[in-house]
């Protein structure tokens, strides 16, 4: 079925330091987002994104928080700078259409901020 | 929060029973999702069913909805022991499918 791919799927840095999320959506899907995980806990949104602006955002979504999708490419997740609370696995997903409908999810990228 | 439940349940059952699990949510919803999680993957959608929907089935799996109790279940029947994963119910809101998760149940089937 439709991947969604998470590059790198693990990534250690020092508490201070910019760190980049990358996600590749399903090829053909419009609508992408970001779910932070923290360990035996639930999904919390973070930001969603369509059509090359941010529709949507929690109060999780920090202003060192950013995302884009330059011309197609990689969806990006860019934290800058990171703190030890962004410790947590971030979860990019995407769908076709918006509305009430399937979100394909990648298998995630863990963040250790030391 | 959306959900009535906060704490991630677990259960613990042998392989070959049934089991259901349950989720409350507070806000109204046209459409309650259940997704399944495997250790160190990504949710992965089981089952979507409608607010014009009572019942889904698919395969093993049976999804209810009572929206007038805002509440909703999965069933899983013949449970296999590839079945062990944390179990999340999500509404959506807005235009922009903005997925809103419950705690989840941890589903242990032991072979």
């Known amino acids: 079925g439709p991947k969604v791919l998470q590059i790198p799927s693990h990534q250690i840095i020092d508490m201070g330091q910019m760190v980049t999320l990358n996600c590749d959506p399903v090829?053909?899907?419009?609508?992408f987002y970001w779910y932070k995980q923290i360990l035996g806990q639930q999904m919390e949104f973070l930001v969603n994104?369509?059509?090359?602006?941010?529709?949507?955002k929690s109060k999780l979504f920090k202003d060192q928080f950013s995302v884009e999708r330059p011309d197609g490419s990689y969806f990006t997740l860019k934290i800058q700078p990171t703190a030890l609370e962004d410790s947590a696995v971030y979860f990019c997903?995407?769908?076709?259409?918006?509305?009430?409908?399937?979100?394909?999810f990648g298998h995630g990228t863990k963040l250790s901020v030391l | 929060s959306q959900w009535g439940e906060e704490n991630l349940q677990a259960l613990s059952i042998q392989e070959g029973e049934d089991v259901t699990m349950n989720c409350s949510y507070k806000?109204?919803?046209?459409?309650v999702q259940w997704y399944r999680q495997k250790s160190g993957k990504g949710p992965a959608q089981l089952i979507l069913?409608?607010?014009?929907?009572r019942e889904k089935r698919s395969g093993r799996l049976r999804a209810t909805l009572d929206t007038s109790s805002q509440s909703s279940s999965l069933s899983i029947t013949g449970t296999l022991a590839t079945d062990t994963a944390v179990y999340f119910c999500?509404?959506?809101?807005?235009?922009?499918?903005?997925?809103?998760f419950g705690a989840g149940t941890r589903l242990a089937v032991c072979p």
């Open positions: 997903a995407s769908s076709l259409v918006g509305g009430n409908e399937r979100l394909f």
């Open positions: 090829s053909n899907h419009l609508y």
């Open positions: 994104f369509y059509n090359g602006k941010v529709m949507e």
């Open positions: 806000t109204y919803t046209t459409v």
């Open positions: 069913i409608r607010s014009n929907e």
């Open positions: 999500a509404t959506s809101s807005g235009s922009f499918n903005k997925l809103t």
